[in-house]
């Protein structure tokens, strides 16, 4: 059985383009990946590109100018399907750790003070689907090369990807470690989506949450027991929000509106 | 069943004699960790460890496991890649929760890949030591009759030997002369006294007597509610208990093909994606809603069916959940109306 290989563009917008060399270093299954797809566009891996309609286009990256939004709509309107790849397109990475808290003009001026960004229209960095529809979500920071070899195989077997949706904590037991949070210690596992087979709790560290939240968190609680066991709620704060962005900033709104301090 | 009788030094030669069976597994200690490891002799377990973080059933039914490999054709099942393993030291709880198992996945429904593991795993367990959080006698699963191939009492200076299976007599028959039916008044005696003193070791004392009817009393409770405020949703307690079977299923397919392979993972009813159906339909959105059908589960719904409940008392919840949610906790809730903090 043949199918028509499908037509696939990688995009890059804010971030640090480690989910794109993340593609470019599945070395062993390079070829393959160039074989079974149609590589349109992939501005770090070639220079003959072409716009055009695509059947996925995978997306990295925060959106922070006007002029990326403008792009990115254009992406979205020629792709069939939309895939964001790590944690900045999926909920607004590192950049958007402090989104919504109305501070933002401050920062920026802190930071460029006068200059005059000609450019483009800079704004708050926002995950890509504050902007248009996303289809699927790779997470990670960077993304893991076996969850994404697994979709796009499964994308061009004409399936629907499965990524894992609960927590880390779920690996992490069938990886027989004990529970850092259990034993006192900060550890973003419930509150962060698997798929990175939980390798810092196995190597002993706590999760940073670098794969982003889950879809069913419960922030609320995770918080209260942090400050229970006598951790200072604003510091646990910086560790939860570090890589939850606009996801977990609407999360923690309650909590910040009764004060952290409470 | 048969009883035998070994002398304590005897039990590292025979371990070392039955490894011809197959491999050697038992509880091992390393950095905070404890599980069931593949060893080389009795020198290198840890016989004391409590609980093992996973229970063994993670040898019957892996984490994650390929079922088997499919093209257009076709599939093959991949059986035959498991290896013949007998499991030393796993105790009275844990062989309940197999036991469990067995009804689940060998009676009503015969589950080939949970049964080619079964039929290649020995059990050879051992009489433990409770701690603060054993509760196994609340749960009428401190002492075990079935379920096991041998199972050894430490008796202080010698091992009383349950010889519970044809496979556990063909393991003693490969050394013989290490066993004795010599039993005397003193055995007996030594044993009655074993049972009095394990029983007055217990500290965590809970009652689950009436469990189904407290839980049909409380099934609109507002208790669920505090304690789904309070849930992580982390799964961990299906993770760690010896009687949590659910699983999920999935397609890996091979880049640029259709051939691939159908895994199975362990899967947990505190997840919010464990009810969700096509549509977008969940019948069990609330967090509270979930944790309810794990603990009327385990505590009324398998007592209806099977006429026990399905906590073994391992305490492996007790040991795991990091907001204190688990069998003892969730019970006393229910009785006293009012979430502990």
Redesign the interface.
């Known amino acids: 059985m043949t199918r028509q290989s499908p037509k696939v563009g990688v995009y890059g917008f804010t971030g640090c383009a480690g989910d794109q060399l993340m593609i470019l270093n599945c070395e062993d299954q390079l070829v393959d990946l160039f074989g079974a797809t149609e590589i349109r566009s992939f501005l770090m891996a070639k220079s003959d590109n072409h716009e055009g309609e695509l059947d996925v286009a995978f997306v990295e990256g925060s959106i922070s100018t006007d002029h990326q939004e403008k792009k990115l709509k254009d992406i979205r309107a020629r792709s069939k399907v939309l895939i964001a790849i790590g944690g900045c397109a999926c909920v607004g990475g590192p950049q958007a750790m402090m989104v919504g808290d109305g501070k933002w003009e401050e920062r920026f001026k802190k930071v460029y003070g006068n200059a005059k960004i000609t450019v483009a229209k800079p704004n708050e960095a926002k995950p890509i689907d504050a902007i248009v529809k996303v289809d699927i979500y790779i997470p990670g920071c960077p993304i893991d090369k076996s969850e994404f070899l697994n979709a796009v195989s499964k994308l061009v077997a004409g399936k629907h990807p499965y990524l894992y949706q609960f927590p880390v904590c779920n690996e992490c037991r069938w990886k027989e470690n004990p529970c850092i949070l259990y034993a006192g210690k900060f550890c973003g596992g419930p509150l962060t989506k698997a798929g990175c087979g939980a390798i810092c709790p196995t190597l002993g560290l706590p999760c940073v949450g670098c794969w982003g939240p889950t879809d069913d968190l419960n922030v609320t609680s995770e918080y209260q027991l942090l400050k229970e066991k006598g951790y200072d709620p604003d510091e646990v704060m910086k560790k939860l929000r570090k890589f939850g962005g606009a996801k977990l900033a609407e999360l923690v709104k309650d909590i910040e509106k009764k004060g952290a301090k409470a | 069943m048969m009883i035998l009788k070994m002398k304590k030094e005897d039990l590292s030669t025979f371990l070392d004699a039955v490894k011809e069976w197959g491999e050697l597994w038992g509880p091992t200690k390393k950095?905070?960790?404890v599980?069931f490891s593949k060893v080389d002799s009795l020198s290198q377990m840890d016989l004391k460890a409590t609980r093992?973080?996973?229970p063994p059933k993670k040898f019957l039914y892996p984490?994650?496991f390929t079922m088997f490999d499919f093209d257009?054709n076709g599939y093959v099942e991949r059986t035959g890649d498991v290896p013949k393993r007998i499991l030393f030291g796993i105790h009275p709880c844990d062989i309940h929760g197999v036991v469990i198992m067995d009804k689940l996945f060998l009676e009503t429904y015969n589950d080939p890949y949970y049964r080619e593991r079964r039929e290649k795993t020995l059990l050879l367990g051992h009489s433990c030591i409770p701690d603060e959080k054993c509760m196994c006698i609340a749960t009428d699963t401190d002492f075990i009759a079935e379920g096991f191939d041998l199972f050894f009492t430490d008796l202080k200076m010698s091992y009383l030997v349950w010889v519970g299976s044809t496979k556990g007599h063909d393991l003693i028959r490969m050394k013989p002369e290490l066993f004795s039916r010599a039993l005397d008044k003193s055995d007996i005696l030594n044993y009655t006294a074993y049972r009095k003193w394990k029983n007055t070791q217990y500290k965590t004392m809970v009652d689950f007597t009436g469990m189904p009817d407290i839980f049909e009393l409380g099934y609109s409770s507002q208790v669920w509610d505090k304690l789904g405020?309070?849930?992580?949703?982390?799964?961990?307690c299906s993770?760690?208990c010896p009687t949590c079977n659910c699983y999920n299923v999935?397609?890996?397919?091979?880049?640029?093909?259709?051939e691939?392979t159908r895994d199975r993972?362990?899967?947990?009813c505190m997840?919010?994606?464990y009810s969700l159906v096509a549509g977008g339909h969940n019948f069990r959105e609330k967090?509270a809603d979930r944790l309810r059908l794990w603990y009327t589960h385990k505590l009324q719904a398998y007592i209806g069916e099977f006429g026990k409940p399905a906590c073994v008392g391992c305490g492996r919840c007790v040991?795991?959940?990091?907001?204190d949610i688990n069998v003892v906790t969730v019970a006393d809730a229910l009785k006293e109306q009012e979430v502990g903090k």
């Open positions: 950095d905070g960790k599980s093992t973080i996973i984490p994650r257009e405020d309070k849930c992580l949703s982390c799964g961990q993770m760690v999935v397609d890996d397919v091979e880049l640029g093909s259709i691939g993972f362990w899967d947990s997840f919010r994606e967090r040991a795991t959940c990091p907001v």
